[in-house]
């Protein structure tokens, strides 16, 4: 049935999207920053284990623990030297455009290096869960699919349950809400901001290790996966990750089922002009603050 | 290299040289950077115009007056869109076709594709400035994408191998010297044009306007800025400097790449703005030019071309936001302090500027925490000198302190006729209520309080009646004609006036310049007319007799920020003073004052209501009964009290509401 | 320069509230008012290059209710920031005898300061619950031990009005019903002493009182009070010393 395993296809990208947007939301939630390089980590994520793994001949589990023990060093000494300074420094820098920059030019910096390490070609994680579809009547389900929809599930529960029932988790919120209201009751809201920057790096690395498989990265491929990214957090005000989530399944979804039934060349295209003209025509209703228009 | 270096140090030597010079006398506005890219530019065409150090010098050229026109766009005024990229392949493939299947000379074709790209930037522009700040930037993110995929697709654009032109920007055929310098020298003159016209518009009048356009178009729409219009002027002011880029840049580099109108394009455009100082269009020549000598520099920095922008970008910021220009500024700026010449300047425009946002600070509470303890700059006198109460406003006399002149633009209210009246105003948001049949009239003069409980409905009246918020249902009718629908810009030109809870002052620049945006003239001339004259100083000077009026002339050359919250409050009062109002709306203008200061605006409230009708949203009962002829009051959305002062005090209905049993 | 001692009732070191027949912990640990829980010395207070708080000198014994009184823009919430560790300070700050960490507000909780800050900074999205609990984190990281803890019971039932609006968004209460969420709040952190910044700012009457009953009732429990206001008459009901800040020099008025 076509619909369905468009569906599925659907879906499937969809919560990567989602994935990525959930983890723009919340670390903008928390720090005012937009990290526009969660794309990158992903495709280093993916580029590192292949390297590792196929051109260096590590144990698989040994490849994957080092790519990801490598992404959250190094987004730990992004936060450390870069960062610190220009939020908590003697004069913190303001400002969306700013704050837009910083991980803009962090992206590029990532892209440059995996360009010097990885080549210019082609490249994927292995497969981790290999095999044949699994079929439920007429619907496929890829195997890979199914492992991104398990860690998205996974991943995504697990940082559900953290806010909702711990303290911890309740305070991750708080820091978000009124950094103020944080600090008098002990909450260290920078502490909080660099565990969620790593955390979202080391994700987007799971993330860009078991979907590669599926599409394939090159140095450049961070750019586009962060714009999704971005794009589906855009549409929950950047603040609300459950809206974020919900728009990375929706444009997902949406993409498989403009490329499968209007155009495969062109789907791509409608359906940023859709993005763009849902934007102008509801911007409210879409989570952007009120324009102010004459 | 060494003539490089003497001709421009002598180019350099005598635009300072004049520039110091004419300083004493009036220094044509915005003139000096388009010179100095003009003499510049020419000397470097005209020495290495055939060496490779001349040609990326126009490549730069060539994304420069891209760059400069976004400064004024996404830099200067926060409209951040990306459509640049596409428009600067519209110019450069536009020209392509014209010249290879029609014929048309470059320069023709170049001229006929601005245009084009001017109304189709003002068609798409209308559609989608219709969107603001962040819905702005995402829904204009889409036109690089889609551009992409209609351009890959297509072979009309040469698909992935590009399209080649077979004409030259100079016009006229000769030897390739000529062709190769003219052609370059052509850019020149249109880049230092496109400097000038950025540089007359950022320092008018109407470049004030962006300003506070940028800062917050709420503010700005209240204080008379007509923020569809110059929205929509900016996209194809934008636009259009991005087709003139890719126009002269075809025009030169004889070929159109696949990538021209790829998102890397706007983001390479985007560095080059940021590294070299977003809010001035020089600072924007400077990051065109880093970039492209950059690239070209060594082999190792070309390939990897990516970490180095990564790199210099993140350092850039991190030193100033302003990036390269600011860097400079700030190092101009401290020579001229160690020199002597101390003084804030409010006329050298765009590129003394730093971050400026809206203050919502006061002292105390939340902006402030992690500040520094400073051992230098502390106040050489401690005791009692801390404060700015004593030299304030001294000694305010309880009698009319305000000679004719700063109300004299007043109607004068008349006494009887009704100036403002509410009709069965609805609001709600959601399922909730917030305004519930609210009626009340207000004469041409007077003093009048809106009081009530926290989330009864207070400020959301007040934005009724100003503008930024419409009503479910009901009429506001000012002077007799129904408002209900009219933009608050426009309420701003009928004569309704308003301050806001938080001060929303804009940082960085003085309580001068501040006042000024309300005496502003421009609103309705488009920008273009501010390339000719600007009208800034007669809006300062009004501002400076508004300041005047109101014993505030000390404060006029000082830094917003640096005031205390009474005269944070009091330069709002100013500001919205300056234009003479007819109604004035005050959104608890005591808040966070002490008993002295509040009494001083109690008298200075009683002298303006002599003149003008004042409402004002109060929490503070005892001013309010004090002061006021007539009092609302609201409770959950509903008017349960409309009455004097007297019955104010005994009404059962208020004491419960608002004082306790 | 230091606090003004005394209070308007003319019986300097005993609460308004004293009752005769009062329960043993509330009247002793009044009584005992030997230990000082809060002393400052040379405090000095700066945002930049402007001086809020010059060099000011007080003490809070244990037990007692100060009022910081004064005009606003006077630099009385900004004491209250350098003592809580909130903005960085010049001079000394000792709670109970141990030396505060310069702008460390964990320290200060730990060593049972609490602040209820100005204007309240609550967490809006998040639920009345959650944003008293989140009082306790000054001494846990388990939510399942502050649940059960007694701090966290007694914050809860100091406002029974808030009951049926626990599950609310704090952003959605009124102005006095989130006064009342801040200080239960601040008391779920289990404070020795407990810093109010201006605890009616934008309420109507009525619910001040309220306001400050709660606060009596607080302080009869025996925890030591710090009260900024701005309009002395309400806070001197309840206090027994007063701090006056002028031009950000606290001493006598």
């Not at chain 1, 089922?257 to 495969?264: F, I, T």
């Not at chain 2, 025009?251 to 590294?275: H, K, N, R, S």
Request: hydrophobic residues 50%; glycine residues 12%; neutral net charge.
């Amino acid at each position: 049935m076509k619909f369905g395993n468009l569906l599925i296809a659907g879906i499937t990208t969809g919560s990567i999207y989602a994935m990525f947007a959930v983890c723009v939301s919340v670390w903008y939630r928390v720090s005012n920053i937009l990290n526009l390089a969660v794309g990158d980590f992903a495709m280093v994520g993916a580029l590192g284990v292949d390297n590792l793994y196929r051109v260096k001949g590590l144990p698989l589990p040994v490849a994957i623990l080092t790519t990801l023990v490598v992404v959250a060093v190094f987004a730990y000494l992004y936060d450390q030297v870069v960062l610190r300074i220009a939020q908590d420094g003697r004069r913190p820098i303001e400002g969306i455009v700013i704050t837009f920059f910083f991980t803009f030019a962090l992206s590029f910096f990532i892209d440059g290096v995996a360009k010097v390490l990885f080549g210019t070609d082609v490249h994927a994680a292995p497969t981790l869960w290999g095999g044949p579809a699994l079929t439920l009547g007429s619907l496929n389900f890829e195997r890979s699919g199914l492992l991104v929809l398990a860690c998205a599930v996974i991943i995504g529960g697990a940082f559900w349950l953290y806010i909702r029932f711990t303290l911890g988790g309740k305070a991750l919120e708080a820091s978000g809400e009124n950094s103020v209201g944080a600090r008098i009751v002990g909450i260290d809201t920078r502490q909080y901001r660099r565990l969620i920057f790593i955390g979202t790096a080391v994700i987007a690395a799971v993330f860009g290790i078991v979907e590669s498989p599926i599409t394939g990265f090159t140095y450049l491929s961070g750019a586009t996966i962060s714009l999704t990214g971005f794009l589906a957090a855009a549409y929950g005000g950047f603040r609300k990750p459950g809206r974020a989530l919900v728009a990375g399944l929706f444009i997902g979804v949406l993409e498989a089922m403009l490329g499968g039934y209007v155009s495969a060349e062109y789907g791509d295209t409608v359906l940023y002009a859709i993005l763009a003209a849902a934007i102008l025509a509801w911007p409210r209703a879409l989570g952007f603050e009120s324009a102010v228009s004459g | 290299m060494n003539q490089f270096l003497a001709a421009s140090s002598r180019a350099f030597r005598w635009s300072s040289a004049v520039a110091s010079s004419r300083a004493a006398r009036r220094v044509p506005r915005g003139g000096m950077p388009s010179v100095i890219v003009l003499a510049a530019g020419a000397i470097i065409v005209l020495n290495y115009g055939l060496l490779y150090t001349g040609s990326v010098f126009v490549l730069s050229a060539c994304y420069a007056i891209v760059t400069a026109g976004m400064a004024v766009q996404i830099g200067f005024s926060q409209q951040i869109a990306f459509s640049q990229s596409v428009f600067f392949g519209v110019g450069a493939y536009g020209v392509a076709l014209l010249n290879t299947h029609a014929h048309m000379s470059v320069l023709l074709a170049g001229v006929v594709m601005v245009v084009a790209a001017a109304l189709v930037a003002l068609l798409l522009g209308s559609v989608v400035t219709r969107a603001s700040g962040l819905a702005l930037a995402v829904a204009t993110l889409m036109l690089p994408l889609i551009a992409v995929g209609y351009v890959s697709g297509t072979d009309l654009l040469g698909g992935p191998v590009g399209l080649p032109l077979n004409g030259t920007l100079w016009p006229a055929s000769g030897s390739t010297t000529l062709i190769a310098l003219g052609g370059g020298l052509i850019v020149v003159v249109v880049l230092a044009a496109v400097v000038f016209i950025a540089t007359r518009i950022l320092s008018s009048d109407i470049g004030l306007e962006l300003f506070v356009l940028g800062v917050d178009e709420r503010t700005a729409a209240a204080l008379g800025v007509r923020t569809p219009r110059r929205k929509l002027e900016l996209f194809v002011l934008g636009c259009v400097c991005a087709a003139l880029g890719g126009v002269v840049y075809v025009g030169t580099q004889q070929f159109v790449p696949e990538t021209v109108v790829d998102p890397t394009t706007e983001l390479a455009l985007l560095i080059m703005l940021f590294i070299g100082g977003r809010r001035s269009p020089i600072g924007a020549v400077i990051g065109a030019l880093v970039i492209q000598y950059l690239q070209g520099a060594s082999n190792w920095v070309s390939v990897n071309i990516l970490i180095v922008e990564g790199v210099l970008l993140t350092v850039v910021l991190l030193v100033d936001p302003e990036g390269i220009s600011g860097i400079v500024a700030t190092g101009i700026a401290w020579l001229r302090r160690k020199s002597g010449a101390a003084r804030v300047s409010a006329a050298l425009g765009p590129a003394e500027l730093t971050g400026a946002e809206l203050t919502g600070a006061e002292l105390t509470g939340a902006e402030l925490t992690g500040a520094e303890l400073t051992g230098e700059g502390q106040p050489a006198a401690a005791a009692g000198t801390v404060r700015e109460a004593p030299d304030a406003i001294a000694g305010l006399p309880l009698s009319s302190v305000l000679p004719d002149s700063t109300l004299a633009g007043t109607a004068g209210g008349a006494r009887d006729a009704t100036l403002l009246e509410v009709r069965g105003v609805f609001k709600e948001y959601g399922g909730l209520s917030v305004l519930h049949d609210v009626s009340l009239a207000l004469p041409g003069r007077g003093l009048f309080a809106l009081c009530g409980p926290n989330g009864a409905g207070k400020s959301t009246l007040l934005n009724v009646i100003g503008g930024s918020v419409a009503p479910s249902s009901g009429e506001v009718v000012f002077a007799g004609s129904d408002i209900t629908r009219r933009p608050p810009h426009e309420r701003f030109y009928l004569g309704i006036s308003r301050t806001f809870q938080a001060v929303h002052l804009i940082k960085g620049r003085t309580v001068l310049d501040n006042v000024a945006v309300a005496c502003l003239a421009s609103h309705t001339a488009s920008i273009v007319t501010r390339i000719g004259r600007s009208q800034l100083d007669a809006a300062r000077a009004k501002a400076a007799r508004t300041l005047a009026d109101l014993g505030m002339a000390h404060l006029a050359d000082r830094e917003v920020s640096s005031l205390t919250l009474e005269m944070q409050r009091m330069v709002e009062l100013a500001r919205a003073l300056a234009p003479g109002p007819r109604l004035l709306l005050l959104d608890e203008p005591a808040s966070g004052l002490s008993e002295e200061q509040r009494q001083r605006l109690a008298a200075l409230l009683v002298t303006l209501a002599e003149r003008t009708c004042v409402l004002l949203v109060e929490h503070d009962l005892a001013l309010v009964a004090q002061v006021s002829e007539r009092i609302f009051v609201l409770s959950g959305g509903h008017l349960v009290f409309d009455g004097g002062p007297a019955d104010f005090r005994s009404s059962p209905v208020v004491n419960s509401l608002l004082v306790g049993s | 320069m230091s606090a003004a001692g005394g209070n308007r009732h003319g019986n300097p070191g005993e609460s308004a509230s004293e009752s005769p027949g009062g329960t043993a912990e509330g009247t002793a640990g009044q009584r005992a008012a030997a230990g000082v829980a809060l002393a400052v010395t040379g405090l000095s207070v700066a945002y930049g290059n402007v001086v809020a708080v010059h060099d000011a000198t007080f003490a809070v014994a244990e037990g007692d209710a100060c009022a910081i009184t004064g005009p606003n823009g006077n630099g009385k919430s900004s004491i209250l920031m350098g003592v809580t560790g909130m903005v960085r300070r010049r001079g000394t700050v000792e709670i109970f005898g141990a030396p505060a960490k310069n702008g460390d507000v964990k320290w200060a909780a730990r060593h049972g300061l609490t602040l209820v800050p100005e204007r309240r900074q609550l967490y809006p999205e998040l639920s009345a619950a959650d944003n008293i609990i989140l009082g306790c984190y000054t001494w846990t990281r388990s939510i399942g031990k502050a649940r059960r803890s007694d701090a966290y019971g007694r914050a809860v039932d100091l406002f029974p009005e808030l009951k049926p609006h626990l599950k609310q968004a704090a952003g959605t209460l009124s102005g006095g019903e989130q006064q009342m969420v801040a200080i239960a709040r601040g008391l779920a952190a289990d404070p020795k002493i407990l810093a109010v910044d201006e605890p009616c700012l934008g309420l109507a009457e009525a619910i001040a009182k309220r306001v400050y009953d709660v606060l009596a009732q607080i302080h009869d429990a025996g925890t030591t009070l710090i009260v900024v206001e701005e309009a002395p008459r309400r806070a001197l009901t309840l206090c027994n010393r007063r701090v006056e800040v002028r031009n950000g020099m606290a001493g006598a008025a």
